[in-house]
């Protein structure tokens, strides 16, 4: 294989639409339910609006770990994605519905999200891995320009959701968001020859990494290489899903901006980076060729380049943020540290998630890849967990600057357990 196969762009597109819904959704989560009734929002402090966005992140991402083992003993993988395609559409439409009439449909809507994206989420990235050939160069590229497709729709979705929500309320953002999860199920429904075609063969051969290779590495080294990568990587997201929580209110409260840039807006610096950094990834690591780092090296270098995000925000604290209150009438500071935290956390995910994506399809044993590109979201799941659990207990109690020094601490940490390990993780993969 030579180039990309064309079912890769049909994913992509699936997934852009997907993405699209979800990042609408979730740029303005945190700040529907804090607002007040009337405003048209839930009407929550900050502990509930936090408890709730924990227990949203922790479920939305821990669902996947059965969508995938759903797909591999029953479903199968498009089966999976269709019907998950439908619950994630139902739940942005459900939160449509006015908070005036009554909380039910607010908790069937976060339901029907939360299991859509467990069926949808770890088999679209399964199908990716199966689109290329056990030892093809070309798969970490292929993640990369698969979540150039993630990042298109992220880019898009906070400043559909600023527009809409300010002038047609929050449920308006909300039925856009349902629109954009129909028209990914379109895409993957209408185009499905593009990508049926090449995974026929892959399933009907080496679906994972080959009955030799798993004697050789042994079940026992491949578990052992994804329990590191999946504490590495909740510890990553424990601090990039700040984004939908901590960084959303510190635009809020400690951000000087002009009147027309609404907090959620400083959402889509993070995608427009990645949409930018994914191409030049792609073209960076093929064009390295025997030099290219290996995944495990890779993913390491995106921890140190989230350590160096953190540091950002401390250093924005001790600039003046450690003195802003709720309602922004405390100190401001400069909107370019929040633009640089976005650029460097940007920087760090495009090292970290699509080549954590990449390495869970080279690993996993036969017929577990869903299971196992599962766990990865899982892991995703624990660290959405730990981002609202440390924003509803620390972020109004103690100094933003320790907020996220913890945040450092914890991410170099398990960097510097990487550091020691990665080349444990590297035979795991070959």
């Given at each position: ?5 064309a079912?890769l762009y049909?994913?992509?597109?699936t997934e852009?639409?997907e ?10 989560f945190?700040?529907y339910?804090k607002a007040p ?7 929550m402090?900050t502990?509930?609006?936090g408890?709730f966005?924990a227990i949203?992140?922790g479920?939305v991402y821990?669902t996947p ?5 759903a797909?591999d ?5 498009r ?8 619950f994630?559409?139902?739940g942005y439409?459900l939160l449509?519905v006015?908070?005036e009439?009554g ?11 939360v299991i859509?994206?467990?069926l949808f989420?770890p088999n ?13 160069p070309l798969r970490?590229a292929g ?8 990042n ?6 906070p400043?559909?959701a600023s527009f ?7 449920q308006?953002?909300?039925g856009?968001?349902g629109v954009?999860?129909?028209?990914s199920l379109?895409?993957f ?5 593009h990508?049926?075609a090449a995974?026929?063969?892959?399933e009907a051969?080496?679906g994972?990494p ?7 590495v042994?079940?026992g080294?491949?578990v052992?290489a994804?329990?590191?990568l ?5 510890m990553?997201?424990?601090l ?7 960084l959303?209110?510190w635009?809020?409260d400690?951000?000087a901006?002009?009147g027309?840039l609404?907090?959620?807006?400083f ?6 980076c990645?949409?930018i950094?994914?191409s030049v990834?792609?073209?960076f690591?093929r ?6 780092p290996a995944?495990?090296d890779?993913?390491l270098l ?5 350590i ?6 401390i250093?924005?604290s001790?600039m ?10 405390g ?13 460097m956390?940007?920087?760090a995910?495009?090292?970290?998630s699509?080549?954590?994506?990449s ?10 890849g869903?299971l196992v590109m599962g766990?990865?979201?899982a ?9 609202g659990f440390m924003g509803s ?5 103690v100094a933003?600057s320790?907020?996220?020094g913890i ?14 390990v990665r080349n444990?993780?590297?035979r795991a993969a070959r």
């Open positions: 294989m030579t180039r990309h196969p079912g049909v994913l992509f597109f852009m639409w993405r699209f819904g979800f990042y609408t959704m979730t740029a303005i945190t700040l339910m009734a009337a405003e048209h929002g839930l009407g402090d502990a509930r609006s408890f966005y949203f992140m479920l821990f770990l059965l969508g995938g083992l797909a003993l029953l479903l199968g993988e089966v999976a994605i269709s019907i998950g395609a439908l994630l559409g139902a439409f449509a006015p908070p009439h909380m039910l449909f607010f908790y069937l809507a976060l339901a029907g999200i859509g994206n467990g989420k679209i990235s399964t199908m990716v891995g199966k689109l290329y050939p056990e030892d093809s970490d993640f990369n320009i698969f979540y150039t497709g993630i298109l729709g992220a880019v898009a979705a400043l559909a809409l929500r300010t002038r047609w309320r929050w308006a953002a909300f856009a968001a954009g999860m129909l028209l379109v895409v429904t209408v185009f499905r020859r990508y049926a995974l026929a063969p892959r051969g080496a994972g080959s009955a030799a290779g798993d004697d050789a042994g079940f080294g491949r052992a994804l329990a590191i999946y504490l590495v990587s909740t990553f997201w424990a990039f899903f700040q984004n939908g929580f901590a959303t209110l635009a809020k400690c951000t901006r002009p027309w609404t907090e959620e807006m959402q889509a610096v993070n995608p427009t990645i949409v950094l994914s990834a792609a073209w690591w064009r390295m060729g025997e030099r290219e995944t495990p890779k993913i995106g921890l140190f380049a989230a160096a995000t953190a540091s950002i925000m250093a924005a001790f003046g943020g450690d003195g802003c209150v709720a309602g922004g009438k100190v401001l500071v400069s909107l370019g540290w929040l633009v640089a935290t976005y650029v956390v940007s920087l995910e495009i090292l970290v699509p080549m954590g994506l390495y869970c399809t080279k690993v996993a044993p036969r017929q577990l869903g766990g990865w979201f892991s995703l799941a624990a660290g959405g967990y730990l981002s207990h620390l972020w109004e109690s933003h320790t907020y996220f945040l450092t601490a914890g991410v170099a940490a398990v960097a510097v357990l990487l550091l020691v444990i993780l590297k």
